[in-house]
């Protein structure tokens, strides 16, 4: 059965701390993907990785880094969080290939910036 | 940029009833159109896709179709379901790279 984990379902952080949101996936693929979904937005895409070291910006990468130091776990990090970062954090993964097959979704992180 | 453009936003019916759901693309090249669900509280999960060399796929009481003219592709729903309420999505991974650009989603609820 496939399987992406991410470390919390919940998080609360302080305005201005660093914050890592891990992503691990057990089906050795190449791609991941980190996403924040927010009411009326739908998926917005941050950062996006097609193997390990390599990582790309999504649409909204302003205020995020990731990091890919091995296959199949993918970070992000919010270097200095902000309240605006608060929100619904899904990450994904896919097999090798270029945008034409299935994602697979982790359960997401609803991170609150107090 | 690339762009996926999703409606409705929001789309209630009646139980039995059909919905649709329609997506536009941007990107002529675009292979690939999935279908994601979302019900209250879980992750997406893929329900249907469509490559470009095919018109329209069913399964059971979904299909999908893609006018690759007019660069777009719908999800439809025939005798829709409680259980069919949730969130869906449409994707068009951009061709030639490994974005996954997904549309902003519609809220279906069906309506016993």
């Known amino acids: 059965d496939v399987k992406v984990t991410q470390s919390s379902r919940y998080l609360v952080k302080r305005t201005g701390e660093k914050v890592f949101l891990e992503c691990v996936q057990d089906?050795?693929?190449?791609?991941m993907f980190w996403y924040r979904q927010d009411p009326g937005l739908g998926l917005r895409l941050i950062y996006f990785?097609?193997?390990?070291?390599?990582?790309e910006k999504g649409d909204i990468p302003e205020g995020y880094s990731v990091s890919r130091e091995k296959k199949e776990r993918f970070s992000l990090i919010l270097e200095s969080a902000s309240t605006n970062q608060t929100s619904m954090y899904l990450c994904?993964?896919?097999?090798?290939?270029?945008?034409?097959?299935?994602?697979?979704f982790g359960q997401g992180t609803r991170l609150t910036v107090v | 940029g690339e762009n996926v453009e999703q409606h409705p936003s929001t789309l209630s019916v009646q139980e039995g009833d059909s919905a649709v759901i329609k997506c536009t693309y941007s990107?002529?090249?675009?292979?690939?159109f999935p279908w994601y669900k979302q019900e209250l509280g879980k992750r997406p999960q893929l329900i249907i896709d469509i490559r470009s060399n095919v018109g329209e796929k069913k399964d059971q009481r979904i299909a999908v179709t893609l006018n690759k003219t007019a660069k777009h592709f719908s999800l439809h729903i025939t005798e829709t379901q409680p259980e069919d309420s949730a969130v869906y999505f449409c994707a068009a991974p951009t061709s030639g790279t490994y974005k996954y650009i997904f549309g902003t989603g519609t809220r279906l609820k069906v309506l016993a």
């Open positions: 994904a993964s896919s097999p090798p290939g270029q945008g034409n097959t299935e994602a697979f």
């Open positions: 990785s097609y193997d390990v070291k390599m990582k």
């Open positions: 089906m050795d693929h190449e791609n």
């Open positions: 990107d002529s090249a675009s292979n690939y």
